[in-house]
């Protein structure tokens, strides 16, 4: 009995930990590191068509890593979507990188939800590697010229406070 509880009180702190990190709120201090050049990819969509990061260069990028069974991310996405609605116009790609699921289960998630931004898939999460993803959600903030300007570990708690982000980018 009591190793029982011993394995059921160690699996929550686990458990915690992991929330824990994907609730935090700092800027990111790993992966490409702000003022330098965002590193290239090329992904799938949910339609199976490649995009790479270097075929924005020109444009703002939002990119952000997320993941279905993610709790901060499923909370920070009604807020992506409306700055995809409002920001696109103004010129403002918005990207989100499924980490290690399926074409299918992010389609279903997505649909189940009505989001309509476009989601690339890093299904063998090479992506987590090269950009030293170390808690989700994670966002970085690129310019026009590739650069970062910002990167965030967690999730936002408001459409504004990406708004707030988003100066760093926007012309």
Same mark, same amino acid.
């Given at each position: 009995?009591?190793?029982?509880?011993?394995?059921?009180?160690?699996?929550?702190i686990l458990i915690s930990?992991?929330?824990?990190?994907?609730?935090?709120?700092?800027?990111?201090?790993?992966?490409?590191q702000v003022g330098s050049? !965002?590193?290239? $990819?090329?992904?799938? %969509?949910?339609?199976?068509?490649?995009?790479? @990061?270097? &075929?924005? #260069?020109?444009k703002p990028v939002l990119?952000?890593?997320?993941?279905?069974?993610?709790?901060?991310?499923?909370?920070?996405?009604?807020?992506?979507?409306?700055?995809?609605?409002?920001?696109?116009?103004?010129?403002?790609?918005?990207?989100?990188?499924?980490?290690?699921?399926?074409?299918?289960? !992010?389609?279903? $998630?997505?649909?189940? %939800?009505?989001?309509?931004?476009?989601?690339? @898939?890093? &299904?063998? #999460?090479?992506?987590?590697?090269?950009?030293?993803?170390?808690?989700?959600?994670?966002?970085?903030?690129?310019?026009?010229?590739?650069?970062?300007?910002?990167?965030?570990?967690?999730?936002?708690?408001?459409?504004?406070?990406?708004?707030?982000?988003?100066?760093?980018?926007?012309?």
């Amino acid at each position: 009995m009591i190793k029982k509880v011993s394995i059921a009180v160690l699996l929550l702190i686990l458990i915690s930990l992991l929330l824990v990190a994907g609730c935090a709120t700092e800027t990111a201090t790993r992966g490409p590191q702000v003022g330098s050049l !965002a590193p290239d $990819f090329n992904l799938p %969509n949910l339609d199976g068509n490649y995009t790479s @990061l270097n &075929s924005y #260069r020109g444009k703002p990028v939002l990119l952000n890593f997320w993941a279905t069974w993610c709790g901060p991310c499923r909370m920070e996405m009604p807020f992506l979507q409306e700055i995809y609605d409002e920001w696109t116009d103004k010129g403002l790609v918005l990207l989100t990188v499924n980490l290690g699921e399926s074409t299918n289960v !992010a389609r279903n $998630f997505m649909q189940e %939800n009505g989001f309509t931004m476009p989601v690339l @898939l890093d &299904s063998s #999460r090479v992506l987590l590697n090269s950009y030293q993803i170390t808690g989700i959600p994670t966002t970085f903030f690129i310019d026009k010229d590739g650069i970062v300007r910002e990167g965030r570990i967690g999730s936002f708690p408001s459409k504004e406070t990406i708004e707030q982000s988003l100066t760093k980018i926007m012309p």
